[in-house]
T-cell receptor, first 115, second 115 residues
Framework: AQSVTQLGSHVSVSEGALVLLRCNYS??????LFWYVQYPNQGLQLLLK??????LVKGINGFEAEFKKSETSFHLTKPSAHMSDAAEYFC?????????????FGSGTQLTVLP | EAGVAQSPRYKIIEKRQSVAFWCNPI?????LYWYQQILGQGPKLLIQFQNNGVVDDSQLPKDRFSAERLKGVDSTLKIQPAKLEDSAVYLCASSTGSSYNSPLHFGNGTRLTVT
């Protein structure tokens, strides 16, 4: 079975500072990896995904993530935080399971951006 | 394109009462998911439909939860009778296929409070 661990349930950064949200996964088969963002009282929105190929993937709003197989990590970064980035971020791993998909989410990291 | 529509947005009921949630996925999306998101946790899959058939309901508490997707479009999720621990946000999502690299599109959710 696959699992996702997000280190740090709350992260605070100053506006303009680097954003780093950590995600580690475990999977017995090559996974597909996703980052979703959730703004208050809204559903989740896809930020970026890793399937195959280039290990550094770019997403919306200036975010990017790097798949490191040796470290089983998929950390999310953004060079310069903006106030509008304040939200909850979820890492997710997806593996095939028969005719279904197994998409497992981490417990989330709440990002606060300080002025 | 129109997003995933869910209703109601909020619902407050007493324990042992019944409740139903409705979801209309993005047009043309064959796969529909219901997730339960308890406060402070990541979403947990309850049930996955492919068209009008159930693909995965292994985490659905079938003694009290039921879901259907008549005609392969809209879906309803029902809880009867509700328990205090059912208080959560219920998220509906859809995707173009069940492939494990297809991103999910989420609705804004229904926040259920059981008192």
């Amino acid at each position: 079975a696959q699992s996702v661990t997000q280190l740090g349930s709350h992260v605070s950064v100053s506006e303009g500072a680097l954003v780093l949200l950590r995600c580690n996964y475990s999977s017995s088969v090559p996974p597909y990896l996703f980052w979703y963002v959730q703004y208050p009282n809204q559903g989740l929105q896809l930020l970026l995904k890793y399937t195959t190929g280039a290990t550094l993937v770019k997403g919306i709003n200036g975010f990017e993530a790097e798949f490191k197989k040796s470290e089983t990590s998929f950390h999310l970064t953004k060079p310069s935080a903006h106030m509008s980035d304040a939200a909850e971020y979820f890492c997710a791993v997806s593996v095939p399971s028969g005719s279904a998909r197994q998409l497992t989410f981490g417990s989330g990291t709440q990002l606060t951006v300080l002025p | 394109e129109a997003g995933v529509a869910q209703s109601p947005r909020y619902k407050i009921i007493e324990k042992r009462q019944s409740v139903a949630f409705w979801c209309n996925p993005i047009s043309g999306h064959a796969t529909l998911y219901w997730y339960q998101q308890i406060l402070g946790q990541g979403p947990k899959l309850l049930i996955q439909f492919q068209n009008n058939g159930v693909v995965d309901d292994s985490q659905l508490p079938k003694d009290r939860f039921s879901a259907e997707r008549l005609k392969g479009v809209d879906s309803t999720l029902k809880i009867q009778p509700a328990k205090l621990e059912d208080s959560a946000v219920y998220l509906c999502a859809s995707s173009t296929g069940s492939s494990y690299n297809s991103p999910l599109h989420f609705g804004n959710g229904t926040r259920l409070t059981v008192t």
